[in-house]
Every structure is written in C-alpha cells, then in structure tokens.
Nanobody
Framework: QVQFVESGGGLVQPGGSLRLSCVTS????????MSWYRQAPGKERELVAT????????NYADSVKGRFTISRDNGKNTVYLQMNSLQPEDTAVYYC?????????WGQGTQVTVSS
C-alpha cells in the first residue's frame, strides 16, 4: 500500500532552518511530480512546493518563494524540503503527496513550529 513517512520537523526560532524528508513506498515514485503541503491550525491544507519527475522543474507558493527549496532523490524514493529564513507563519504540519490526483492516504506529517 501507499505510504508516506515525513520527518525532520521541530521547534525553531524565527530565521532558522529545517530540512524535511518524505520517504515514500507503494507506488512508482519516479513516475510522478511530487509536492509538499502544509496545514496550519484552523486552516485548510495548502500547496507549498512541487518538483517534477526529473527534479528539473520546481514551483513554489508565493509565501515561500526564495526561502524554501524542494528536491527529490528517485533512487531513494524520497522528496525533501529545505526551509530557510523560517517565520512564525510557517508553523504547520507538513505533508508530502503527488502533485496531482493525490493519494487518499496521507502520512502523519511532521510538525514545524517557528517561535521565539
């Protein structure tokens, strides 16, 4: 079955950095564009960043452009999110899934809290 295991979150001060990882299984990872999403308390899940199958095309939400970098390793079935210059508004649970036609089963996510 499809599985997503997100990790790398934590508590960080404003201006700090974190690197998230999402290890996937149960589908042919290299066939699909992948995305990171986040959900803050009381808000809907939103798209953060997308990476194409080869890793050559990257897209970002305006709110994270210039601060976050998405990447992937098809040999490890893993997608990454490097987050720099973190701000309190980045506080959320972060998830990965396909960029389109997301799988119904999501991972547990990884909590990112930005606070002084």
């Amino acid at each position: 079955q499809v599985q997503f295991v997100e990790s790398g979150g934590g508590l960080v001060q404003p201006g700090g950095s974190l690197r998230l990882s999402c290890v996937t299984s149960g589908f042919t990872f290299s066939y699909y564009s992948m995305s990171w999403y986040r959900q803050a308390p009381g808000k809907e899940r939103e798209l953060v960043a997308t990476v194409s199958t080869t890793g050559n095309t990257l897209n970002y939400a305006d709110s994270v452009k210039g601060r976050f970098t998405i990447s992937r390793d098809n040999g490890k079935n893993t997608v990454y999110l490097q987050m720099n210059s973190l701000q309190p508004e980045d506080t959320a649970v972060y998830y990965c899934n396909k960029a389109r036609n997301q799988f119904a089963s999501w991972g547990q996510g990884t909590q990112v809290t930005v606070s002084s």
